[in-house]
């Protein structure tokens, strides 16, 4: 099982749709949660942290359930700009250390 | 400085030739991280940084592979003997420890080996 799993999609929305991305992780003792967004040929920037009581940042929300390895983020109200590709991010621990684990990515394209 | 800094932002190197890609982090970012992206896949893992620790190396793809960092600022990526698969987008990342804590991206060096 890969370390992070995301459904590359493409989902393809109109404007103004609500649209949800899954992701599981496979290592239990993963402490931290991200949702990254990757504009083309762009380096990741950090979306939003993922916290166990869920967080919400305007149109974004994001939860996390520990006990099924899980991890969702929600658009609502999707705009053009919203297209992008969207990086599951979980920091494990190890003996050596830590290290961000990405997902493969979620390609969103919103059209008009 | 305001973000992570890499250098160059593109290489072209010919088959064979070693290459060097620098990252300067955010300044007080203790941990560093290098990652290498594929087009149109994932990014992978190659190597940490964190304080005066030992690096955690199990992400470098081959002996070729080799990084070194200065105290907690600039790292260089060495890539010995470069080959046609090296060619890839490589990321440098940092941050300051601690749970919850995001990670800031540097824009990145292209090498395209020839």
């Known amino acids: 099982r890969k370390e992070v799993e995301q459904d590359p999609g493409p989902f393809n929305v109109p404007e103004g749709a609500t649209v949800a991305f899954n992701c599981t992780y496979s290592?239990?003792?993963?402490?931290?949660f991200f949702w990254y967004r990757q504009d083309c040929r762009k380096e990741p920037k950090l979306l939003m942290s993922v916290y166990s009581s869920g967080n919400e940042d305007g149109r974004f929300t994001a939860q996390l359930n520990r006990a099924s390895q899980y991890i969702s983020l929600l658009i609502r109200d999707s705009k053009l700009s919203d297209s992008a590709t969207y990086l599951c991010?979980?920091?494990?621990?190890?003996?050596?250390?830590?290290?961000?684990?990405f997902g493969k990515g979620t390609t969103l394209s919103v059209s008009s | 400085g305001a973000g992570v800094s890499q250098s160059p932002s593109n290489k072209v190197t010919e088959k064979g030739k070693d290459v060097e890609l620098r990252c300067d982090p955010i300044s007080g970012h203790t941990a560093l991280y290098w990652y290498r992206q594929r087009l149109g896949q994932g990014l992978e893992f190659l190597i940490y940084?964190?304080?005066?620790?030992?690096?955690?190396k199990s992400g470098l793809p081959s002996d070729r592979f080799s990084a070194e960092r200065t105290g907690e600022s600039v790292s260089t990526l060495t890539i010995q003997r470069t080959q046609q698969e090296d060619s890839a987008v490589y990321l440098c990342a940092s941050r300051i420890p601690g749970q919850g804590s995001g990670y800031t991206f540097g824009s990145g060096t292209r090498l395209t080996v020839v």
């Open positions: 991010v979980v920091n494990s621990y190890n003996q050596a250390g830590t290290a961000l684990i």
């Open positions: 290592n239990s003792a993963s402490q931290s």
């Open positions: 940084f964190q304080g005066n620790s030992a690096p955690d």
